[in-house]
């Protein structure tokens, strides 16, 4: 019997993972269940799978989330960033699924790993942000480190058991990353300025939250997991390719150097990879029904166009240029994403505000997470004076 902590299991990582959980009652068991502010999903969640903790953002969420669990006193409520930290590396704590959005995940899923704990990684702003930090972590501590993004799970799965972020050891020539293309893959270009919330966070293929949504649209999304593969799976920016695939199919590939593809496919259902990584090296069942390719019919591939998709260029750049980038590009996206949603800015705004940003502030090794969050901070004020 596993005992799993979910932070964030009000989100829609969290959601299916609890999926998942209960068709396993025999193999699992929840120890803690975060969420920031949706006190009453949280409750419903605590009655239902008995966690031993619930966490919440603020004093006044755990008033108000205690009195809805008046009639489970036996589940203890906490609130605030040390108590996330708390439950993720509590020593009954057996697995983490790091499912916070943004570098709000940042320190609970730190925490997970320098415990030594099965973390199971849903939250890619952490290693985006962190990189060798995180990775220094998961070695000095023995952590078990297994992505969750449908796309760094499909690679997992088609690199060799013994691989160990070293491509060149093992034949690997290149990953490739397969996109989407979000919504807006054959908008024309001249009408993206008019691109409203509501349409940004309509993903075709996958049901997901607002943020990851429209960085979906716009594609950061994906350079975020460009940053993520290197740092997973050792590879450098030029062994890391993006394929636009609209069927969302296939998951992504690893080419090797005997001219070999491997590739994982499947429907595109967050439940397939939250379910192999909390049963690896074993498979379990999910509740996502079989891939059928009679019905697909065809799969399509295309390069991605960067004057459509500008912030998939600035994440390769923030790669490529090191230190504290990526955790300014992450950042500045997170600010600006959020001005789009609350319509202080527009679509066509956001990278702008970007690259902006990364121009203006200079980069610097990052050597602890004090200084990483030093940077986290001078880049949100940055982008908001310029949104000012």
Known sequence: MQNITILGSTGSIGMSTLDVLARHPERYSVYALTAHSRVEQLAEQCLKFKPQVAVVGSADAALRLSRLLQEAPQIEVLH????????????????????????????????????GKKVLLANKEALVMSGQLFIDAVKQSGAVLLPIDSEHNAIFQCLPHNYDRSPAALGVEKILLTASGGPFLTRPLDTMDAVTPAQAIAHPKWVMGRKISVDSATMMNKGLEVIEAHWLFGAAASQIEVVIHPQSVIHSMVSYIDGSVLAQLGNPDMRTPIAHA?????????????????VIGQLQFSRPDLQRFPCLKLAYDALLAGGSAATILNAANEVAVQAF?????????????????????????????????????????TVNALIS
């Open 278 to 294: 909390l049963a690896y090296p074993e498979r379990i069942a999910s509740g996502v029904g079989a891939l059928d390719l009679t």
């Open 80 to 115: 605030g960033a040390e108590a996330l930290c708390q439950v993720a590396s509590a020593p009954a704590c057996d697995a983490v699924m790091a499912a916070i959005v943004g570098a709000a995940g940042l320190a609970s899923t730190l925490a997970a790993a320098k415990a």
């Open 341 to 381: 949603l609350d319509e202080k800015i527009g679509f066509g705004m956001i990278a702008q505000l970007i690259a902006r940003t990364m121009d203006s502030l200079p980069l610097c090794a990052v050597t602890d997470i004090e200084m990483l969050l030093e940077q986290d901070r001078l880049a949100r004020q």
